[in-house]
């Protein structure tokens, strides 16, 4: 028995490296692709940045599908479809951006703010002027102006 204490010690330290380790490498995975789909996307190499991005989101989710990486990837993939003329699809990535960035940093939050004002943007270039003032005009009321 007094050897069993020590042992089992060992073990939880081991499953506790073990689960830093494979969080770790998934977060470096993530900045990783992350950094280089922006570059990419910045450098007007789109299929590249879709490639990266998407890998990103990928990575995030395995995460944490509710992980705040997880709205900057779909963010980004919102911006980049978005600068593609692919605008319906630019609109599900701002949508996955903000349900995730209302449930983690809640409905008044400036990021969501931000967020709300670049989808209003969009839904602009979509022709849903009704929808785009009254994304703009919440984005207001959480600047507080």
Known sequence: MAHSLPLILVFVL??????TALRVRPAMMWKAYHEAGGRAFREGRYD???????????????????????????????????????????EVQYLD????????????????????????????RLGRDIEADAAHARARTIRGS
């Open 48 to 90: 590249e940045a879709d490639f990266l991005l998407g890998m990103a989101r990928r990575v995030a989710e395995g995460i944490s599908r509710l992980d705040l990486r997880t709205a900057v990837s779909a963010r980004d993939l919102a911006r980049l479809r978005e600068a593609e003329g692919r605008l319906a699809e630019s």
């Open 14 to 19: 081991l499953a506790a490296a073990l689960w």
């Open 97 to 124: 951006a903000l349900a995730i960035l209302e449930l983690r940093l809640g409905m008044e939050h400036s990021e969501v703010g931000l967020l709300l004002d670049a989808y209003a943007a969009l839904l602009k």
